[in-house]
């Protein structure tokens, strides 16, 4: 029996690709890059399933050219890249990787946090130009970590990874979300902030750990930069639309706060005339957060058994659409 046929839209691992070709026939995009869109819409024409990663839009183009699509697999926790709303009334499964990625992308955000607030790349790129010149008693000033005040937006998985690494370097740590979570407060000494803004003012780093939907789209803007202390550091491993980055650029370029350090951005790739990439205090990462070699293994590996337990007609490990499940 050949099987469902399910296109996947980026080269991923040969062993991965193998299992899921033992149960479909499969057909993988080789190219780098990601498929253009009309390659895209072609490619998904006969298929039942899609293994998309979060460069495919999948919206309701997409669907409408896929007929006999049951199932997006996104290799991805988050999954604004898919319009969940019009796959649900299409009757379309989509699932997620949450969870395995967790403490890769705490790591990067700390990460970029101790490069921001020490300079790091700024001192990197320094050295390569020759401007090392001697040890200077009041050159390449930061900012401490230990001992200073972490705000979370966002605690979820990865930002409450992100507290367990803080309390390692003896931080403070606030965290915003909607709900609160008392064990996560009592058990790693965390207190809640109701309202954005009193973390926004109390923070000297603040970390953005929330899904980008209609709610989070530029919850940190112009005004929220301006509650913020001028020494703070903003990092970002959300997604580039939770903040502002016109507004961003413009307070980090006026000293309204110190620096940042974005994996994300609006527009990814950022085009190399963005001004953000003008500013020595801003680090900026490819939209790396989860790239180690053991998470994007594990990702590629639930991806496929989301993928290949819906189109079996079993519950997926993460779906974000259950109600469309006829099981
Ligand atoms: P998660 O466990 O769902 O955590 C998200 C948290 O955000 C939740 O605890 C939620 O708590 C909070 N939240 C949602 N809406 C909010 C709002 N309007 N205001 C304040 N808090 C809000 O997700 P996760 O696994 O930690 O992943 C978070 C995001 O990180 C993903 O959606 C993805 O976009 C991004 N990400 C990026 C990379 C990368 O490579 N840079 C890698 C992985 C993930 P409440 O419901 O209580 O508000
Ligand atoms: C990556 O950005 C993810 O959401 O997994």
């Given at each position: 029996?050949?099987?469902?046929?399910?296109?996947?839209?980026?080269?991923?691992?040969?062993?991965?690709?193998?299992?899921?070709?033992?149960?479909?026939?499969?057909?993988?995009?080789?190219?780098?890059?990601?498929?253009?869109?009309?390659?895209?819409?072609?490619?998904?024409?006969?298929?039942?399933?899609?293994?998309?990663?979060?460069?495919?839009?999948?919206?309701?183009?997409?669907?409408?050219?896929?007929?006999?699509?049951?199932?997006?697999?996104?290799?991805?926790?988050?999954?604004?890249?898919?319009?969940?709303?019009?796959?649900?009334?299409?009757?379309i499964l989509v699932g997620n990787t949450p969870g395995v990625?967790?403490?890769?992308?705490?790591?990067?955000?700390?990460?970029?946090?101790?490069?921001?607030?020490?300079?790091?790349?700024?001192?990197?790129?320094?050295?390569?130009?020759?401007?090392?010149?001697?040890?200077?008693?009041?050159?390449?000033?930061?900012?401490?970590?230990?001992?200073?005040?972490?705000?979370?937006?966002?605690?979820?998985?990865?930002?409450?990874?992100?507290?367990?690494?803080?309390?390692?370097?003896?931080?403070?740590?606030?965290?915003?979300?909607?709900?609160?979570?008392?064990?996560?407060?009592?058990?790693?000494?965390?207190?809640?902030?109701?309202?954005?803004?009193?973390?926004?003012?109390?923070?000297?780093?603040?970390?953005?750990?929330?899904?980008?939907?209609?709610?989070?789209?530029?919850?940190?803007?112009?005004?929220?930069?301006?509650?913020?202390?001028?020494?703070?550091?903003?990092?970002?491993?959300?997604?580039?639309?939770?903040?502002?980055?016109?507004?961003?650029?413009?307070?980090?370029?006026?000293?309204?706060?110190?620096?940042?350090?974005?994996?994300?951005?609006?527009?990814?790739?950022?085009?190399?005339?963005?001004?953000?990439?003008?500013?020595?205090?801003?680090?900026?990462?490819?939209?790396?957060?989860?790239?180690?070699?053991?998470?994007?293994?594990?990702?590629?590996?639930?991806?496929?058994?989301?993928?290949?337990?819906?189109?079996?007609?079993?519950?997926?490990?993460?779906?974000?659409?259950?109600?469309?499940?006829?099981?």
């Amino acid at each position: 029996m050949p099987g469902p046929r399910v296109f996947v839209s980026r080269r991923i691992f040969p062993e991965v690709i193998q299992r899921l070709a033992q149960g479909c026939q499969v057909s993988m995009w080789e190219d780098p890059m990601p498929p253009p869109r009309a390659a895209l819409l072609a490619q998904v024409a006969d298929c039942d399933g899609l293994f998309a990663t979060i460069t495919e839009r999948v919206d309701g183009e997409l669907m409408a050219a896929a007929p006999r699509l049951r199932v997006v697999s996104n290799m991805a926790v988050g999954y604004d890249n898919v319009d969940v709303a019009e796959a649900t009334r299409r009757g379309i499964l989509v699932g997620n990787t949450p969870g395995v990625l967790t403490e890769t992308t705490a790591d990067l955000a700390f990460a970029l946090l101790l490069a921001a607030a020490r300079r790091v790349a700024e001192g990197d790129r320094a050295v390569r130009q020759g401007a090392w010149r001697t040890w200077d008693p009041m050159g390449w000033l930061g900012y401490d970590i230990h001992g200073a005040t972490l705000g979370i937006v966002g605690l979820g998985r990865i930002g409450l990874e992100v507290a367990k690494r803080a309390r390692g370097f003896g931080m403070h740590i606030l965290y915003h979300s909607r709900q609160r979570r008392p064990e996560a407060e009592a058990q790693y000494n965390l207190t809640y902030c109701a309202d954005l803004d009193t973390l926004l003012r109390q923070a000297d780093f603040v970390t953005l750990h929330v899904p980008l939907n209609k709610e989070t789209h530029y919850l940190v803007g112009a005004e929220q930069l301006r509650q913020m202390k001028p020494t703070a550091i903003l990092v970002n491993t959300a997604r580039g639309s939770v903040v502002d980055q016109r507004a961003l650029y413009e307070a980090l370029r006026d000293g309204v706060i110190a620096a940042a350090g974005l994996d994300v951005m609006e527009q990814e790739p950022v085009p190399l005339d963005d001004p953000l990439l003008t500013l020595p205090n801003c680090v900026v990462t490819p939209h790396i957060g989860s790239a180690s070699v053991a998470t994007r293994r594990r990702m590629a590996e639930m991806a496929t058994d989301n993928l290949l337990a819906a189109l079996g007609g079993q519950p997926m490990l993460s779906c974000v659409n259950p109600a469309v499940a006829r099981y």
